[in-house]
Each structure stands twice: as C-alpha cells, then as structure tokens.
C-alpha cells in the first residue's frame, strides 16, 4: 500500500474507481485542476510514493528529481513508448520507478468517427460550416463499396478501423513497419508507403503520438483529390508540405485539434475538425478506469 498517492490533474476515472483507489494507499489526494508550473507539480506530489496522471500534464526528470519518495508513476492515458510519452520514463526507471500507462480503451469510438465523416462525404449528408449543402464527393453519392482505402500504422487502432471499412466493402492496403500475417489473411495488401499514397483514394494514419510520416515527397506522391483521416494524437505530416497539399482539391478529416496541428488550417473549409476527442466516451471512460486500476493491482503483487 502506498503512503500517499495523489492524482495530480483530473483523471477521467469512473467515480467507483476513484472510490477503489482508496484501497491502495492511506492517504489518497486527487486534484481537479491541471498544474500550472513544475513548481506546482511539484508541490502537489510532495512526499507522496504514488503518483497519477492524465495526458494533459508533463511529468519530466525536473519535477521528479525534486520528489525523491516516488515508486510508482500510473498514466491515466495511452502509453506506446517511452519517446511519446508526457512522463519522462527513462529517467524515471533509472531511479527505479516503476511507470505503468494503458492502451487500447478509446479506438471504437474512433472507428464509429472514421465511418461516420466517410459517409457523410461520400454521400454529401449535412451542411458545410457555412450552412449551405454538403456536396457528395464524386458528385453522385457513392456507397464505401469498392473504396480504396489505405491504412498508415496497422496496430490495434488501425486494424479496427480496416476491419470495419472491409465490413462496408472497402478494398484495404497498409503500411506498416512490416508486413502482418493477420492482416495478409484477411486480404490486406501490405505496400510501400508511396505507393499506398499514390494508390489509394482515401489514406487513414492511425499512428503513436509524434510519430511524422508525410513529408514534402509523401505529400506529392499522394497527389491530388484525395480524403485524408488522420485518427492520431499529433499530426502525421510536416506543416508546410501538408499546407501546400491543402490547396489542391482534397479533404481532410481530424477530430481534435491536436491531431490537425494548428488552429490555422481550420480556415480551409475542406479541413474539417470537430476539436473534441471522439475516443472519449462513456465505455472508453470505464476501460480506461478498469485498466487503471489493473496496473495498481499488478504493481502490487510484485511488490
């Protein structure tokens, strides 16, 4: 049990979690604002031996070399490597902390996201920003029968997204850093990604926080009139050659603002953001909290 375990921004748990965590330490403190400084992080851990956090707050080697009583460090959010993540996890195991983060509790909210914005373009359902009719894409409302979709990233998030797009009858290739033998059984084409760009009429990348993978010659490979998702935390390309792609005839699709980049690409009307997480839902909510808590349970039992 941990002396003192504080939450030291919101954590999104379900109230019947934040109830359980009693249960792992004498004294539990969770705060409702996010820190404004190191200094403040700092003062909020104190001497407490656990530590949780959100995606919001950066908890780097500055704030924990000042918190010396620290054990366990538990993300109340995705964790997909120690480079993407907001806690500074190497400096952190060197002092011999342990740092658990969750995965994989948000994607079908996304997927739901992906066929939805899909639809609505290709049949031209709804209103543009400005209030006047949505056009179907091709002029005629298609259906996703056919589609050529193409997946950049192919893990658990990517692959639930291709999944559902086959349902609906879409013809699936991806890149990823190598070819998957699931994915080559369910028909999947592994490709270059290139290739897949210059391919595919539509282009989802499903890929980790800060992970870029659309340059200058992506961008002019995947050429023009073109729909372009992008399902991840951060953007998947370099501004500039994505501005200048921008201006050509195609679309773009990111539901927050954070995976589009910067608020001035809102000002293209064929750039649409709806700048709120479609991941956040209420099951999402409960997963997160059930895994949450999973590490706590773990950590505990090898201690």
Request: aromatic share 8%; with cysteine.
């Amino acid at each position: 049990m941990f002396k003192k375990l504080v939450g030291i921004e919101p954590l999104e748990l379900i109230p019947s979690a934040n109830e359980k965590l009693e249960s792992f330490a004498q004294t539990v403190i969770l705060h409702e604002d996010k820190p404004a400084s190191v200094a403040e992080i700092v003062a909020r851990i104190g001497d407490a031996d656990g530590v949780l956090l959100s995606h919001r707050t950066t908890l780097g080697q500055d704030a924990l070399e000042q918190c010396p009583n620290v054990k366990y460090i538990g993300m109340c959010c995705s964790l997909y490597s120690p480079e993407s993540a907001n806690v500074a996890i190497q400096y952190a195991n060197s002092r011999g902390i342990t740092v658990k983060g969750v995965r994989d509790y948000g994607d079908e909210g996304v997927v739901e996201y992906v066929i939805s914005e899909l639809v609505r373009c290709l049949h031209g359902f709804g209103n543009t920003a400005d209030g006047s009719s949505r056009q179907a894409w091709s002029g005629i409302p298609r259906e996703i029968t056919g589609l050529k979709v193409g997946i950049v990233g192919l893990g658990k998030s990517g692959g639930m997204v291709a999944d559902a797009l086959r349902f609906f009858g879409a013809e699936i290739s991806y890149f990823a850093r190598s070819e998957k033998e699931d994915a080559k059984a369910k028909g999947y084409q592994f490709l270059p990604l290139k290739q897949l760009l210059n391919e595919n009429e539509v282009i989802v990348t499903c890929l980790n926080k800060n992970t870029i993978l659309l340059h200058e010659a992506e961008f002019e490979q995947l050429g023009n009139r073109k729909i372009l998702f992008n399902t991840g935390l951060s953007p998947a390309w370099d501004a500039a050659p994505f501005e200048k792609w921008l201006n050509g005839d195609n679309v773009v699709y990111c539901d927050t603002l954070g995976a589009l980049g910067d608020e001035r690409f809102l000002k293209y009307s064929y750039v649409h953001c709806l700048q709120v997480s479609s991941g956040r839902t209420q099951q999402a909510f409960r997963r997160l909290s059930e895994k949450v808590l999973a590490n706590l349970t773990a950590y505990f039992k090898t201690q």
